[in-house]
């Protein structure tokens, strides 16, 4: 599957295009052969030897990462997944330099053209959690303006995502916004949306995703990134999709009270922090309008011990350095105290449709108010 060619992505040569092939082969290929024997070597060594020893078998994830980071199968498996991701970047960037400048006044061109509009505040912090490391190992990050006026973060992230999940995330990378609106409407039928803000949009892939789906509702996003959020604004552009991109910090943004009946997002919470994460879910319920709701999609954890070690694996090896802590926190009972009413908000799971094997759904806390 390839992606939808708006006209944001970079043209790639013969040979660009091959490379990017084969690093998306690669990775299918660890994913769906490689770390299967994971599983096997836990049964086969790892957990004997573990009883053996200790007289029980692992109960803590701490455990099973002790023992598993011994074991030269798991080694190979890791070293060549951490290595694969930094190809799918190179690859990438292979076709995006020469082509830099070039980008960036299509985002311009495209951006005149579009109804939706874009707004940049030079002056916004950037939050730590993404200036301490760059998330995914991506280069620069999501808000690293290489040369002014910049796009390459969206170009790294958009086509970089369509390699990382071997073509998984559909022709426009919106499988986790076309799962999530699946889930909204057959649990919410009787909820339309005219109002709806996507917080942590990145390069919009989720966003034009929803107004696709409710062409009549007005439809925001936010992130902290500057060079995303440009390529967002020239991607809808070039869909003709008329989008409204904000910088902003989901902990606290500048829209008024009230502002939205639908409150969006799809894996951000994992690439925050301890302390953001009850502020974003407290921001969602001021933004609400009455009647209104909001859903946030975020990543799966493991079921025991084993499978969260190996669901784990980006936490201890590509800077997603807050998704352990997000996977113990009870995001309903944090939405509550962030004032949602008791039992208005709830932990609740949409079907995945695809992209792994390894687990059936989606984590969502939905929030009524």
């Not at 292979?94 to 940049?120: A, N, V, W």
């Not at 200036?131 to 992230?157: K, N, Q």
């Not at 942590?200 to 990134?225: F, L, Q, R």
């Not at 995303?228 to 552009?237: E, Q």
């Amino acid at each position: 599957m390839s992606l939808y060619p708006h006209e944001m992505l970079p043209e790639r040569t013969q040979d660009q295009r091959a490379r990017q092939d084969f690093v998306k082969s690669f990775r299918a290929h660890l994913a769906m052969k490689i770390r299967s024997g994971l599983g096997a070597v836990y049964k086969a060594r790892v957990k004997p030897g573990f009883e053996k020893e200790h007289g029980r078998e692992p109960q803590e994830l701490q455990e099973v990462r002790r023992e598993m980071t011994r074991d030269p199968y798991y080694q190979l498996w890791s070293a060549m997944q951490r290595k694969s991701q930094e190809m799918m970047y190179d690859s990438v960037t292979d076709s995006l330099e020469p082509q830099r400048e070039h980008l960036i006044e299509r985002y311009k061109d495209l951006g005149e053209k579009t109804e939706g509009t874009l707004e940049l505040d030079p002056d916004l912090e950037i939050p730590k959690y993404h200036t301490a490391a760059d998330i995914h190992i991506m280069p620069g990050g999501y808000h690293t303006d290489v040369v002014d006026d910049d796009v390459s973060a969206g170009v790294l992230y958009d086509a970089a995502m369509d390699i990382y999940a071997f073509g998984f995330m559909g022709p426009k990378n919106d499988l986790l916004a076309r799962t999530l609106i699946n889930y909204y409407q057959k649990e919410y039928p009787d909820h339309t949306p005219t109002r709806i803000l996507d917080m942590g949009c990145a390069v919009g892939n989720s966003t034009t995703a929803w107004k696709e789906e409710y062409p009549e509702a007005e439809v925001h996003g936010i992130d902290v990134g500057a060079p995303v959020l440009r390529y967002a604004h020239g991607r809808a552009g070039s869909m003709g999709i008329p989008i409204h991109y904000k910088q902003q910090n989901a902990e606290e943004t500048d829209y008024p009270d009230e502002s939205f009946d639908l409150v969006l997002s799809h894996i951000m919470f994992h690439e925050t922090s301890q302390s953001a994460l009850p502020r974003i879910l407290g921001e969602s319920y001021r933004l609400l309008r009455p009647g209104g709701m909001m859903m946030h999609l975020d990543v799966p954890g493991g079921s025991d011990p084993f499978s969260s070690f190996v669901m784990e694996w980006e936490c201890q090896n590509t800077n997603e350095n807050f998704a352990n802590m997000y996977r113990a926190t009870d995001m309903a009972a944090t939405a509550v105290k962030m004032g949602f009413e008791e039992g208005k908000a709830r932990n609740e799971g949409a079907p995945a449709k695809s992209f792994s094997p390894h687990f059936k759904s989606w984590p969502v806390v939905v929030g009524e108010k």
